[in-house]
């Protein structure tokens, strides 16, 4: 009963420094999104996808990319860490778009310096 | 652009109280709307999801309404327990072109049961 998984849960980055977020679900979920979080913000949507091979930007996307090679996975990208990107990432999927439920995985914390 | 607005931002209540969680959003058109509880350093955990043909739904101790005319939505708890405590978060799917295919996310209301 996995349901949406992010790893790491913590990582610390050093400005310049790239890495991955890990996201997987088990639902056969068609819909994932990744999402940011920063203190007394409402999340903000970076990237989503609705389907293998098929991504599109969201609210806040720079600084960022995402691939979507199988149904299950959904890694998000950071090429060049900045301390804006200091946030709580969270992955989510949702069997389709409109009218169903979305999932979250637990965040991962990013801190850059 | 859906703006969505919780109040109050936080709220103290003593155990056993019933309470009511409110959520406004600017634009009628939506597909649903989503009540979330996030616990300090997790994740989000689905509460209740109601459609936008629906006037409330229930699961437990838990009853959330929508007006969609209006653009109101609220999350009843009864017999408010301690292990409540948590920030609930509020979220809706817009029809409009993008929109449909994110939530759009409140702030929260941070709540605080008093043993």
């Known amino acids: 009963n996995a349901g949406v998984t992010q790893t790491p849960k913590f990582r610390i980055l050093k400005i310049g420094q790239s890495m991955t977020l890990q996201c997987t679900q088990d639902m056969n979920h068609n819909y994932m999104y990744w999402y940011r979080q920063d203190p007394g913000m409402g999340l903000k949507l970076i990237y989503y996808?609705?389907?293998?091979?098929?991504?599109d930007k969201g609210e806040v996307p720079n600084g960022y990319n995402v691939s979507r090679s199988t149904t299950e996975d959904f890694p998000l990208r950071l090429e060049l860490a900045a301390p804006s990107q200091t946030s709580v990432y969270f992955c989510a999927s949702s069997l389709q778009g409109a009218g169903t439920e979305a999932f979250f995985g637990q965040g991962t914390r990013l801190t850059v310096v | 652009k859906q703006e969505v607005t919780q109040i109050p931002a936080a709220l103290s209540v003593p155990e056993g109280e019933n309470l009511v969680l409110n959520c406004s959003f600017t634009d009628s058109a939506i597909y649903n709307l989503q009540w979330f509880r996030q616990d300090p350093g997790k994740g989000l955990t689905s509460l209740l999801l109601i459609q936008s043909s629906q006037r409330e739904q229930t699961s437990g101790r838990l009853n959330a309404s929508l007006d969609k005319s209006s653009g109101r939505s609220t999350l009843y708890i009864a017999a408010s327990q301690p292990g409540d405590s948590a920030t609930y978060l509020c979220?809706?799917?817009?029809?409009?072109?993008?929109?449909?295919?994110?939530?759009?996310f409140g702030k929260g209301t941070k709540l605080s049961v008093i043993p």
């Open positions: 996808s609705v389907g293998a091979g098929i991504t």
């Open positions: 979220a809706v799917r817009s029809t409009e072109g993008a929109g449909s295919y994110q939530l759009t």
